[in-house]
């Protein structure tokens, strides 16, 4: 009997012996990888009964968040962050996720724009492609250069402030050499008009000089040459255009009143006629009146002291008082032609104008 006893004790240490063997060969030549699947399968089976909490976003609101992934960051410190940033609530669970998904092998470094309608699941899958990520801008016509510092700040996603921008673009600061001796501009004069207004899908690491180079180099291709030879063709330079073109912006709703609007100031200057652009008046203000573009009433017109105001001064305003479409822009060099000096807002709530010859006309025109 002791002899079965024995035997039985030696077959079980050669069991466990040939057991350890096996399983430190299978670690060293997986390299180690052995007791991590067996890491993960145990994660694996624990996250079994929390995929509630994995598909459950932090919250209903979908505005963007910028979040930031350093080189060199590690899950446990994304996880931390993603709390932080009130994205997750158990950095903990996003971690052993990522481990068992092997996402925390791919997370990428980069700046990705989040939001708290995401799962956990969801924003794993999305920290590992930062290629993805983009700013999503739009620079409206008739907006000035205030109004386009407004907007970076209410867009949120920006590593710099409106105020940052505008210091770039404003009068007297530096300007991009080739672009002002292209478009005519003057020295210390601002880029007011040359923001072209569009839809943009801008890199997350943009910086406050890279985005004004990418509202002029728009500009530049959407303008193009054969434009500006026709402005030049009529001893214009662009920056002529634009000033006359930002106008005609502001003065129209309907952009197929573009040109017709832009032959009323064409056919003005040609006789050295005031211009008399309420435009001009409203952006004299400089936004005294609690908005950029203030209702303005017939005293105005003499008491707003300005090189703007183009009730009192002949001529165009010394720049561009707004960003023009292509449309205006198009209008101004290519005018509809007319003999119309007048045109005042149709009666009817259209929003069209009426146009005039006279003074007469334009005094009957009224509702």
């Not at 009068?171 to 210390?188: C, E, L, N, V």
């Not at 207004?197 to 890279?210: E, H, V």
């Not at 950029?292 to 305003?317: C, E, F, K, M």
Request: aromatic share 12%.
């Amino acid at each position: 009997m002791r002899r079965v006893i024995d035997g039985f004790f030696l077959g079980l240490i050669l069991f466990v012996i040939i057991c350890g063997l096996i399983v430190a060969g299978l670690y060293f030549v997986t390299g180690g990888q052995i007791v991590e699947l067996a890491q993960t399968l145990v994660l694996r089976m624990q996250l079994e009964n929390r995929q509630a909490e994995l598909d459950a976003p932090f919250s209903d609101q979908g505005d963007p968040i910028r979040f930031a992934i350093a080189p060199g960051t590690g899950a446990f410190a994304i996880a931390t962050a993603l709390r932080e940033a009130a994205l997750i609530r158990d950095p903990d669970l996003f971690v052993d996720y990522a481990i068992v998904e092997g996402y925390d092998r791919r997370f990428e470094a980069g700046v990705y724009f989040l939001n708290q309608t995401q799962s956990i699941k969801q924003i794993a899958e999305i920290l590992t492609d930062s290629s993805k990520s983009f700013i999503p801008f739009r620079t409206l016509e008739g907006a000035r250069l205030e109004e386009l510092a407004d907007a970076i700040d209410r867009n949120g996603l920006f590593a710099f402030t409106g105020a940052e921008f505008y210091a770039l673009v404003a009068r007297d600061a530096a300007q991009p050499g080739d672009f002002a001796a292209w478009a005519g501009i003057p020295k210390g004069a601002s880029l007011e008009g040359f923001m072209f207004p569009d839809t943009y899908q801008l890199p997350p690491g943009i910086s406050p000089a890279g985005l004004r180079d990418i509202l002029l180099g728009t500009f530049r291709e959407r303008v193009g040459e054969r434009l500006r030879e026709a402005a030049q063709a009529q001893d214009l330079t662009l920056y002529q255009v634009v000033t006359l073109a930002s106008i005609v912006e502001r003065e129209a709703v309907w952009r197929d009143e573009h040109a017709l609007i832009a032959s009323v100031y064409r056919n003005r200057q040609a006789i050295n006629m005031a211009l008399e652009a309420d435009p001009t008046v409203q952006y004299s203000l400089q936004g005294a009146r609690g908005s950029w573009w203030p209702q303005i009433t017939r005293a105005d017109y003499r008491d707003v002291q300005s090189p703007y105001n183009t009730y009192l001064h002949l001529g165009l305003p010394p720049g561009p008082i707004a960003s023009p479409s292509l449309s205006a822009i198009h209008g101004v060099i290519q005018p509809e032609p007319s003999d119309y000096f007048y045109f005042r807002a149709a009666c009817d709530n259209s929003h069209y104008h009426n146009f005039a010859k006279t003074f007469e006309e334009h005094v009957a025109n009224g509702c």
